[in-house]
Each structure stands twice: as C-alpha cells, then as structure tokens.
C-alpha cells in the first residue's frame, strides 16, 4: 500500500529538481540539477539484484539483526553494508536504505554536481550550498520545528534517521528521532539503528549518544523524545 511521505518537504530546496523514482519496495526521492529519473532508475536495478541475488544464496543476510561477515564473492555493497552493520553492532540488513542512497547518489553525480538522494529518512547529500534538512519526529512538539544545518565542506555525507515511533523499520526503543551523520551513509544507517535501539525514554538519550560517540566515523547525532532533545559532534540546528 501507498504511504504518502509528507516529510520529504523538509529537505526539498532551492536550485533543484526534485522527483520519485519507485522500484518494488525501494521509493526514491532525488534532488539533482535536472530530472534523472532514466539515470537513476538503472543502478536502483542493479544494486536491488545484487542484494536480492546475494540474500538468495545467504538467507541471514536478510535476517540477522547481529553483524555477520560477507563472502569473499560478495559485491561492494554487500560488503560494506556487514563492515557498517559490525561497527554499529546491528543486522547488515540496517543498512540497506543507506546504502541504496549512498551508491544511487555517487552515480548521479556523473549528472550534477549536486545531489540528494532520501530513501525512506535517509539521505545521501551532496551541495554546493548551505542547506536545510528538517527533522521529522512524529508527534514530537518538536518535529518539523527544527533543520540540520549541512554546509558544503560537511559532504558528500549520509544523514540518516531511525525511529520507534514512526514508520515499519524494525526498532526495539522509543525515540521519536534518532539522527546520524557521516561521510558513510551505510555507517549513518547502521549506527541510527543502534542509537534509536538504546532509547527506551529520555533518560536513555546521554548514555545512547555516549554510544554512539565511540563509533569511529560518526562525525554526530542528536536524539528527540517528546519534548527532549540530545544532540552530540557536529550538529548545527536552526529554525525551519
């Protein structure tokens, strides 16, 4: 079934072009310098096969919600979905929105110079611009309230959010928004998983960032519970 996403107007901005490019479950929202549905739509087939092909031959690929190593054989993004998987201490499979955005966006910027890819709240960026990206936190008093500000030396870079609250991702805490960002979008993936997965209330939200903090290539994070917010690292907030 359908869901509309009415989030993604939090990041949509001036100077480009904003389109959906849809295969099965995978749903896209890309911003680039012109429409690049026909350039987006070939590596979102070929990066789904390789995850499909792979979980075909290695079933726990798909289920395990603990870090398991790849083959040998495996693709790159298979690969580095297990290393980002086994940083944050998750299932590989915690990766997966990330790692579709991250290497969709890298093939675009063949197209544009700048790029945003969202796949189901997380985002692969890449600007020349300063740039706002809201947070969604359900019926936080604080969602749609506050933006990540992302300048351009900060990217290209992931920015990736879990919740326990919103959405059908799989997440064993409360957070109304846990948010990552990285130069590695699959490690900003796996890791929002990790962090959501320590908030069972707001008293968890230091010792969850605390966490979080020890995870070589996390540059920050920020954590919202109803009406408390944490925030650890390079994150710079303004109004929306």
């Known amino acids: ?33 012109r429409n690049l549905y026909k350039e987006a739509l070939e590596p979102i087939k070929k990066y789904r096969k390789q ?4 979980i075909g031959l290695h079933p726990e ?14 693709p790159y993004i298979i690969k580095a979905m297990c290393e980002a998987a ?3 201490g998750v299932g590989p499979m915690a990766a997966v929105a990330g790692a579709i955005s991250e290497m969709v966006g890298n093939e675009l910027l063949a197209y544009s110079e700048d790029i945003i890819v969202e796949n189901g709240g997380d985002i692969f960026i890449k600007t020349g611009t300063v740039r706002k990206v809201g947070i969604y936190a359900g019926k936080s008093p604080l969602s749609e309230k506050i933006a ?3 300048s351009p030396e900060m990217t290209p870079m992931g920015i990736c959010t879990s919740s326990g609250t919103i959405g059908h991702s799989l997440s064993f805490g409360k957070a109304d ?15 929002a998983t990790a ?4 908030v069972k209330s707001a008293d968890d939200i230091s010792s969850a960032l605390e966490f979080v903090s020890g995870i070589e290539g996390i540059e920050g ?20």
Do not use: H
């Open 61 to 74: 690929f798909l289920t395990s919600l603990e870090p398991i190593e790849a083959s040998q054989q495996a």
């Open 86 to 88: 086994k940083k944050a």
């Open 51 to 54: 995850i499909e092909e792979y």
């Open 1 to 33: 079934m359908y869901q509309e996403r009415t989030y993604r107007n939090l990041f949509k901005g001036i100077n480009l072009e904003f389109f959906d490019v849809c295969v099965l479950e995978t749903d896209l929202c890309i911003g680039a310098s």
């Open 221 to 240: 994070a920020l954590v919202i519970v109803g009406e408390k917010l944490g925030a650890w690292g390079s994150i710079k907030l303004s109004p929306l």
């Open 177 to 191: 928004a846990a948010v990552i960002i990285s130069k590695n979008t699959f490690l900003a993936d796996a890791a």
């Open 148 to 150: 990540l500000e992302i």
């Open 195 to 198: 962090l959501g997965n320590r």
